[in-house]
T-cell receptor, first 113, second 116 residues
Framework: SQKIEQNSEALNIQEGKTATLTCNYT??????LQWYRQDPGRGPVFLLL?????KEKRKERLKVTFDTTLKQSLFHITASQPADSATYLC????????????FGQGTELSVKP | GAVVSQHPSWVICKSGTSVKIECRSL??????MFWYRQFPKQSLMLMAT?????????EQGVEKDKFLINHASLTLSTLTVTSAHPEDSSFYIC????????????FGPGTRLTVL
């Protein structure tokens, strides 16, 4: 069966540390993968997109890696701040899903001061 | 750029009434718009995909006669929940894909629907 799985448990880290979130997928052929941030009661906010032929993408304190062999994407937030606390969603667009964006269940990140 | 708005942000209605939710892409043209619903502590579930000027494509298990979607222009899509019932209470989020890149997908702020 097809699955997208993110860290199921909430991630608690100390301010200033690097947060690393994981997204694993099964039985998809992703054209690209996107990461979003979602705050309670709000819609997702687009952060980064990484294509199947890209290994790594960076944007300010954010870094995303994409390993199509391991079928995994890692999302890093360096020098984390309490304001980074939110739920982070990974979503992939697969060649065999008609262009739909399929979401993981999200990982809740809490950064303590 | 790439702002998507939704209206209303929340709505409370009586069982049996219909509710319309608007989704607009404010600063870009969207050939494709999507409607999702999200229950508490769960991920986004795609309900339907709509392309401007054509009928929406609904996901399996989503009743097209209950959730009417109209994509009248490249910047506006509407979702009407007809004869709403308490089980339709949820967070509805629209999304728009930019016409020029075809890849990045931007989301609206969501609409909280509560059916009494």
């Amino acid at each position: 069966s097809q699955k997208i799985e993110q860290n199921s448990e909430a991630l608690n880290i100390q301010e200033g540390k690097t947060a690393t979130l994981t997204c694993n997928y099964t039985n998809y052929s992703p054209a690209y993968l996107q990461w979003y941030r979602q705050d309670p009661g709000r819609g997702p906010v687009f952060l980064l997109l990484i294509r199947e032929n890209e290994k790594e993408k960076r944007k300010e304190r954010l870094k995303v890696t994409f390993d199509t062999t391991l079928k995994q994407s890692l999302f890093h937030i360096t020098a984390s701040q309490p304001a980074d606390s939110a739920t982070y969603l990974c979503a992939l667009r697969s060649y065999n899903q008609g262009g739909k964006l399929i979401f993981g269940q999200g990982t809740e990140l809490s950064v303590k001061p | 750029g790439a702002v998507v708005s939704q209206h209303p942000s929340w709505v409370i209605c009586k069982s049996g009434t219909s509710v319309k939710i608007e989704c607009r892409s404010l600063d870009f043209q969207a050939t494709t718009m999507f409607w999702y619903r999200q229950f508490p502590k769960q991920s986004l579930m795609l309900m339907a995909t709509s392309n401007e000027g054509s009928k929406a494509t609904y996901e399996q298990g989503v009743e097209k006669d209950k959730f009417l979607i109209n994509h009248a222009s490249l910047t506006l899509s509407t979702l009407t929940v007809t004869s709403a019932h308490p089980e339709d209470s949820s967070f509805y989020i629209c999304s728009a894909r930019k016409a020029d890149t075809g890849n990045e997908q931007f989301f609206g702020p969501g609409t909280r629907l509560t059916v009494l």
